[in-house]
């Protein structure tokens, strides 16, 4: 059976140093068996990748993309929140999806899955989750998608 390490390598994926916040909060906080994420943009390089409005500047193919950076820097998180052992880990319970949308853009779930899918192949079943799919106004930093995940970890 692969590792957590070894799925993300077989996906290209080098998971970049955990962004830090940029405002009175922390990056992460564990309460119990759970660490909850604060909101991670689409970081890439120290920069957001993907600034603008999904129905506007981007369209869905972009809007996924945007998505999978999210969950790429989510993962990030998770990875320090468990001191490095993904074997903490237990599961992905859920995912908070906030898209910033232009006026009559619909296609929310179709975005957010870019960060769906990712979480359930590097976890498979343990990456299987419940999820809300909002699309907002504003966002900060202009930031195409801002995911929150919700882990549970081992006691």
Known sequence: MMTTDQRL??????????????????PWIRTGN????SGQLPWKNGEIAYAGKCGKEF?????????RLCAVNAL??????????????????????YV???PGFRGHP???????????RVFGDA????RVALGIDEMPLNAA???????????
């Not at 390598?9 to 962004?19: D, Q």
């Not at 759970?34 to 994420?37: D, G, R, S």
């Not at 179709?110 to 359930?120: I, R, T």
């Not at 801002?146 to 006691?155: G, T």
Request: glycine share 10%.
């Open 34 to 37: 759970l660490i909850i994420t």
């Open 100 to 102: 910033h949308t232009a």
């Open 76 to 97: 990030a998180q998770l990875k320090q929140a468990v001191g490095h052992d993904w074997t903490q880990l237990v599961r992905i319970v859920r995912v908070e999806g």
């Open 110 to 120: 179709d975005v957010l899955n870019g960060a769906s899918e990712l979480f359930n």
């Open 9 to 26: 390598i077989e996906l290209g994926i080098e998971l970049p140093h955990p962004p830090q916040g940029v405002g009175a909060y922390v």
């Open 145 to 155: 998608v801002q995911i929150v995940v919700w882990a549970e970890v081992k006691s």
């Open 59 to 67: 369209q869905i193919v972009e809007g996924y993309q945007a998505a």
């Open 127 to 130: 990456g299987i989750h419940v």
